[in-house]
Each structure stands twice: as C-alpha cells, then as structure tokens.
C-alpha cells in the first residue's frame, strides 16, 4: 500500500491474496528516509537544512557506502510501490474522483510543507545556527523561499508521473500491458542498461544538480520513471504472486555488488588519480561505471525484499499497522524532527560522529512518535 492509500485494510492483488508485507516494507523505508538524512547531516554526501561533517574517515567511509546504496533504491522503490495499486484505485474509483482524491492527499500536505513547515525550519536553522536573533515575523518579512518543496519532491514527482500515466490510459483505451515476471537475469540486464541511460543523463544532469523550485535531481529520474512503470506492470500482470525462490539469489548479487563493488570503485579512483565528482556525471568512465553499480546494486535490492517480504513479512502485526499508518506523516516531518536534534546538540563539544549515533536512532523513534500523534487529530487522518 502507498503512501496515499486510504484504505487502513491490507491490500490485495488481483489473485485475492492479502500483500501485508507491502505496508511492512513501506515502514523500513520511511525508516531508511530518516536515517539516510541523520547521516547526511552528519556524514554522508549531499546537502541537508542544517549539517556539521565529520573528518573522521573510519566514520566517512561507511556512511557514504550506506548512503549511496540507499541512494540506489530506496526513493525508486517508493515509486514502485505507490505506483503498484493506481490501476486498481483508479478503476474502483473512476478518474475524477481519483484525481481529487490524489489532489487532496498529496496537494495539501505539499502545500502544508512549502508555506509553513519549510518556513519554520528554515528559521530555526537561521535563528540557531545562524546565530541571527530575529523574531520569526521579522524573518518571514525579508523570506523569498515560499517555493520550497524540500523532501515533498517525491509527492510532486508522484503527481506528475500519475497524471501522465492517466493521460496515456486516457488516450489509449487498449488493454493493459501484461508480461511474464521477469528472471533475476533480466532484471539484471534491464537495471545495466538503465545504467547506461542514467550515464546519458547525467552528462548533462549530474548527480547534485536540482531543477529548481521542484527540487528533482534528474540524474536519478531514469531509475523512478523506471520503477514507476514497473509497478504499474507488476500490478497489472500480477507479479507478486509469481515471486518464489529464484529470486533468493538476488541476496547474494547484493552482498557482491557492495562488498566487491566499493572497492572496485574506489581503486579505479586511487589508480587513476581521479575527481570523486566525476563519478556524479559528465562523459567519464567513473560516472558509466558509479550509473552501472547504482542501478544493478538498486533493483538487486529490490528485488530480494520483496521475496524476503513475501516469505517473512507477509504476517499480520498490530504494531507495523500502526507504524504504516503514520508513514507519511512520518516523511513529512522527519526533517523538523531532524532539524530539532542537530540543533539541540550543535553546541556540544563532541565530534559529528558522536552527534550521528545519537540522532539516528533517536531521530527515527521520534519521527515515527511524532508521525503516530499527528495522524490522531481529527481531519488531518482524513488526509495524511
């Protein structure tokens, strides 16, 4: 179930069996979200609200191998997902209510982002690391960032990729598309060849770059543009349920993928005495081969979740409930829970890494408690 799904029952695929493991897999992402941004903040690559980096390089390391390969997957997967139960929303609901109902589960919490949240943290940023004591109003009078979609990018992206998915269904009344799941061989060569689009891609989009206001990093929409068409095939023709334990091997294409992987990467670095930011884009053999391992690392993880959660997680709790309930709440205001803890322990005397083992932890808790209480107050579960 997405994000965006209403219905608080599991869902189910066309054969009639219930998918709990989807919801399940929903809250280890929204978990890796937070976490992913803990350690931008304190570690890893990319730009956050507020950060303070560690030199440490025993910490660096690791931290930018877990962000890059959750970089590989976690938002394409996303995609994936959300996009898994459109046709069926859509054919129960029909289009125009479809599309109010997206507008108002999407619309209004990226409106709630850009013109309050996204203010309020920004202000924090400014007023505590900043060290410049204004009053909020004093800043909102000289604030020209309304704009600011931040973490919603995903929710922008999500509408975008709908509508066009409803536009083309609108404008093509065929049948839709049904294909036999694939191997883990053809993933393999579909991830590797979306590898090479994304080395295109990133020629002239490299990793970093942001169209602005909407906040996309181009370099990484062939993989969720990719995935969101997969989930709405996978759906369609009904894959779930042809999962079974060939798949079981992508596991082990993970762990080769990472742990022989990196090193390969950096050797070609250290060898060929290379930029680390020709890895991110530009017509260079380091960015084909980053594109290449990014995508074959993404849809090798992909793809043994959604066995491991069939075969594991596929078993009703109470508890993961509550957890899926709140998730999109929880992606929402992560970044304030954040934001809040970095700048609570900004003047400690401890070096970043220090800071990172415990926001991390305490920053996902947090997230998922403020997230739980958030979708209690009458008419915002309505829409969250």
């Given at each position: 179930?997405?994000?965006?799904?209403?219905?608080?029952?599991?869902?189910?695929?066309?054969?009639g069996s219930k998918i709990l493991y989807i919801d399940h897999l929903k809250v280890l992402l929204t978990g890796l979200v937070v976490l992913?941004?803990?350690?931008?903040?304190?570690?890893?690559?990319?730009?956050?609200?507020?950060?303070?980096?560690?030199?440490?390089?025993?910490?660096?390391?690791?931290?930018?191998?877990?962000?890059?390969?959750?970089?590989?997957?976690?938002?394409?997967?996303?995609?994936?997902?959300?996009?898994?139960?459109?046709?069926?929303?859509?054919?129960?609901?029909?289009?125009?209510?479809?599309?109010?109902?997206?507008?108002?589960?999407?619309?209004?919490?990226?409106?709630?982002?850009?013109?309050?949240?996204?203010?309020?943290?920004?202000?924090?940023?400014?007023?505590?690391?900043?060290?410049?004591?204004?009053?909020?109003?004093?800043?909102?009078?000289?604030?020209?960032?309304?704009?600011?979609?931040?973490?919603?990018?995903?929710?922008?992206?999500?509408?975008?990729?709908?509508?066009?998915?409803?536009?083309?269904?609108?404008?093509?009344?065929?049948?839709?598309?049904?294909?036999?799941?694939?191997?883990?061989?053809?993933?393999?060569?579909?991830?590797?060849?979306?590898?090479?689009?994304?080395?295109?891609?990133?020629?002239?989009?490299?990793?970093?770059?942001?169209?602005?206001?909407?906040?996309?990093?181009?370099?990484?929409?062939?993989?969720?543009?990719?995935?969101?068409?997969?989930?709405?095939?996978?759906?369609?023709?009904?894959?779930?349920?042809?999962?079974?334990?060939?798949?079981?091997?992508?596991?082990?294409?993970?762990?080769?993928?990472?742990?022989?992987?990196?090193?390969?990467?950096?050797?070609?670095?250290?060898?060929?005495?290379?930029?680390?930011?020709?890895?991110?884009?530009?017509?260079?053999?380091?960015?084909?081969?980053?594109?290449?391992?990014?995508?074959?690392?993404?849809?090798?993880?992909?793809?043994?979740?959604?066995?491991?959660?069939?075969?594991?997680?596929?078993?009703?709790?109470?508890?993961?409930?509550?957890?899926?309930?709140?998730?999109?709440?929880?992606?929402?205001?992560?970044?304030?829970?954040?934001?809040?803890?970095?700048?609570?322990?900004?003047?400690?005397?401890?070096?970043?890494?220090?800071?990172?083992?415990?926001?991390?932890?305490?920053?996902?808790?947090?997230?998922?408690?403020?997230?739980?209480?958030?979708?209690?107050?009458?008419?915002?579960?309505?829409?969250?």
């Open positions: 179930m997405s994000f965006v799904e209403s219905n608080p029952t599991a869902p189910v695929n066309p054969s992913h941004h803990a350690c931008v903040t304190y570690a890893g690559p990319g730009s956050w609200y507020y950060s303070e980096k560690t030199q440490i390089a025993a910490v660096k390391i690791p931290v930018t191998m877990l962000v890059a390969t959750n970089q590989a997957f976690f938002m394409g997967f996303f995609f994936f997902l959300s996009a898994l139960f459109i046709p069926a929303s859509l054919i129960k609901k029909g289009t125009a209510v479809f599309i109010k109902d997206r507008l108002k589960r999407l619309g209004i919490p990226l409106l709630f982002y850009s013109f309050i949240l996204s203010p309020v943290m920004n202000y924090l940023v400014y007023y505590y690391a900043g060290a410049h004591h204004i009053t909020f109003i004093q800043f909102l009078s000289g604030y020209d960032n309304w704009i600011s979609f931040g973490v919603m990018w995903f929710v922008v992206a999500l509408l975008l990729f709908t509508f066009l998915y409803i536009l083309s269904m609108e404008a093509n009344k065929s049948k839709p598309i049904i294909r036999k799941a694939p191997s883990v061989s053809s993933i393999l060569l579909f991830a590797g060849g979306l590898g090479f689009v994304s080395f295109l891609v990133r020629i002239v989009f490299p990793v970093g770059w942001v169209l602005d206001p909407f906040g996309f990093q181009l370099g990484h929409f062939p993989q969720y543009i990719a995935l969101f068409c997969w989930g709405i095939v996978c759906f369609n023709s009904n894959w779930l349920d042809q999962i079974n334990s060939r798949y079981k091997k992508s596991g082990i294409i993970v762990l080769c993928l990472i742990l022989f992987g990196f090193p390969i990467i950096y050797a070609v670095r250290v060898i060929f005495n290379t930029p680390i930011e020709w890895y991110s884009g530009g017509a260079h053999f380091q960015s084909l081969l980053y594109a290449v391992w990014e995508q074959l690392t993404g849809f090798s993880i992909i793809t043994f979740l959604i066995y491991i959660g069939k075969n594991n997680w596929n078993k009703p709790s109470v508890f993961f409930a509550k957890l899926s309930r709140c998730a999109f709440a929880v992606y929402i205001f992560h970044p304030f829970v954040l934001i809040c803890l970095s700048l609570l322990l900004r003047t400690w005397p401890v070096d970043p890494a220090v800071k990172l083992l415990i926001v991390a932890p305490s920053g996902v808790l947090l997230s998922f408690l403020l997230g739980h209480l958030i979708v209690q107050i009458p008419g915002v579960k309505k829409i969250l």
